[in-house]
C-alpha cells in the first residue's frame, strides 16, 4: 500500500487545475515582465483570459485592467518569498476575496475547485485562483519549484512542475537561446 501511494504520488505533482493555475499564475506576472507591458488594454486581457481559459463575469473596464495590473505586481513578489511569507499572502488573499472553495464542473472540465462566485470582480478571481494554487505548493513544501529563467537577458518567472524538477527556463525561445549561445562558444574555443 505504501509502495502503490509513493509510486502515485511520484506520477501527479499537484491537482490538475491547481497547475493550470500556477502556470497562468507565473504566465500573468510575465506580462509586465522586462520592462514590457503585454496588457495595455481590454484587447490584451481578452486575449490573456481567452487563452487561459478563464470564465465568469468581466467588467471590461479601466477598473477591471488596473486591478489585474495590480494582482500582477502582487503576484510577482511571491516569487521573492519564503514559506513563510508565502503562507502568509496566501491567507490574506484567500481573506480578501471571501474564499469558499465549491468543486464545480462545467465547459468540458471535470470537478475542480472554485472559489469565487463567477460574478466576483475578474481580479479577484484571479487572486484566489492563484493563492488556492500557491496553497497546494506551500502544503507539500515544493516553494524551491518557483523560479526565475536562468537566462541572463530574461527575469520572467517560471513554475517548474517536471517530476525531476529539471526546468530552468521560462520558455523554449529562452531554452534555445541558450542552447545556441553555449554551442557557439564550445565551437569558438574549439577553433
Ligand atoms: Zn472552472
Ligand atoms: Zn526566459
Redesign the pocket.
Known amino acids: 500500500m505504501t509502495l502503490l501511494l509513493a509510486g502515485i504520488r511520484t506520477q501527479v505533482l499537484f491537482a490538475h487545475d491547481a497547475e493550470v493555475s500556477l502556470n497562468a499564475a507565473a504566465a500573468l506576472v510575465n506580462t509586465g515582465r522586462g520592462g514590457r507591458e503585454d496588457l495595455p488594454d481590454q484587447d490584451a486581457l481578452d486575449g490573456f483570459i481567452a487563452h487561459w481559459r478563464w ?1 465568469g463575469d468581466r467588467g471590461r473596464d479601466q477598473a477591471e485592467l488596473d486591478g489585474v495590473h495590480e494582482l500582477r505586481s502582487r503576484l510577482a513578489r511571491v516569487w521573492e518569498m519564503t514559506k513563510d511569507e508565502a503562507a502568509e499572502f496566501v491567507n490574506a488573499e484567500l481573506r480578501r476575496g471571501s474564499a469558499l472553495p465549491q468543486l ?1 464542473r ?2 468540458g ?1 471535470d470537478y ?1 475547485l ?1 472559489a469565487t462566485p463567477p460574478e466576483a470582480p475578474l481580479a479577484s478571481r484571479m487572486a484566489v485562483d492563484a493563492a488556492m494554487a500557491f496553497a497546494d505548493v506551500i502544503r507539500s513544501d515544493q516553494m524551491e519549484r518557483l523560479r526565475v529563467c536562468a537566462a541572463d537577458d530574461c527575469d520572467d518567472v517560471l513554475v517548474d512542475l517536471s517530476k525531476n524538477r529539471s526546468r530552468r527556463f521560462c520558455s523554449l525561445t529562452c531554452a534555445n537561446r541558450v542552447n545556441v549561445a553555449a554551442y557557439r562558444h564550445r565551437r569558438a574555443t574549439v577553433e
Do not use: E, G, L, Q
Request: net charge negative.
Open positions: 470564465t464545480v462545467h465547459d472540465w475542480h472554485h
